[in-house]
């Protein structure tokens, strides 16, 4: 069965930093493309960054490029999102999503809650 697993959320101060994991199992990882989503509540959930299935290529929100690193290990079936000098406005859950394009196959984790406060 397949399985997309966050963790490494938590509460941090503003200007702070966290990484986020998503593991996967039951798919062939490489595959697929691997993006973070956030969502608060009340709101819609965005796209925050995303990684082509080889790593070769990525793309980021204008809100956190510069701030926010995507990566995966292939060899350990994961994708990571590195978070550095961390917003309020970064509050949410975020989710991890494997997505194999040409067949528009697509998977979601459960999620994992970023709070930035003081």
């Known amino acids: 069965q397949v399985q997309l697993v966050e963790s490494g959320g938590g509460l941090v101060q503003p200007g702070g930093s966290l990484k986020l994991s998503c593991g996967a199992s039951g798919i062939t990882f490489n595959n697929y493309a691997m993006s973070w989503y956030r969502q608060v509540s009340g709101k819609e959930r965005e796209l925050v960054a995303t990684i082509s299935n080889s790593g070769g290529t990525t793309n980021y929100a204008d809100s956190v490029k510069g701030r926010f690193t995507i990566s995966r290990d292939n060899a350990k079936n994961t994708a990571y999102l590195q978070m550095n000098s961390l917003k309020p406005e970064d509050t949410a859950v975020y989710y991890c999503?494997?997505?194999?394009?040409?067949?528009?196959?697509?998977?979601w984790g459960q999620g994992t809650q970023v709070t930035v406060s003081s």
């Open positions: 999503k494997a997505d194999w394009r040409v067949w528009r196959r697509y998977y």
